[in-house]
């Protein structure tokens, strides 16, 4: 997938049931093809049944043009059945400036009170848009 420069964060959600852990391997390269020359590795550990949020904050590499994400499961040391399942996994550029672009996501450190809103579109015949309230 091509980037642009800067800091990313990865988002999603996931399950996994074995012992040996999963991995995600996030690659970076310089071009739309050929080999990968950096990439980080996250562990995802043994959730059970249950549905566990992942975010990890990325800075891309000073040459990083593109960018792909695999995951990988060890092999089971018994006969036993190793399942990950992945959902919602987004990939949002941090930006400090919007530039223009409609963003759809928040990035908070620490505590937080925040009001949101979102202007309505400029087509005529669009939906209206107004505060979110909780």
Avoid: C
Avoid at 30 to 49: H, Q
Avoid at 95 to 124: C, I, K, M
């Amino acid at each position: 997938m091509p980037i642009g420069e800067g800091q990313f964060s990865l988002a999603g959600q996931y399950r996994y049931n074995g012992e040996r852990g999963a991995e995600l391997f996030v690659v970076w390269y310089d071009d739309s093809s050929g080999p990968s020359f950096s990439g980080e590795r996250f562990r995802l550990p043994d959730t059970g049944r249950g549905w566990r949020r992942l975010v990890r904050h990325l800075d891309a590499p000073e040459r990083a043009s593109h960018v792909n994400l695999f995951a990988t499961l060890a092999p089971p040391e018994r006969a036993d059945i190793q399942k990950l399942d992945l959902d919602d996994l987004r990939l949002i550029e941090r930006t400090g400036d919007a530039g223009g672009r409609e963003h759809d996501h928040l990035a908070v450190d620490g505590p937080v009170a925040a009001r949101l809103a979102a202007d309505p579109p400029a087509a005529p015949g669009a939906q209206d848009w107004s505060a979110l309230t909780r």
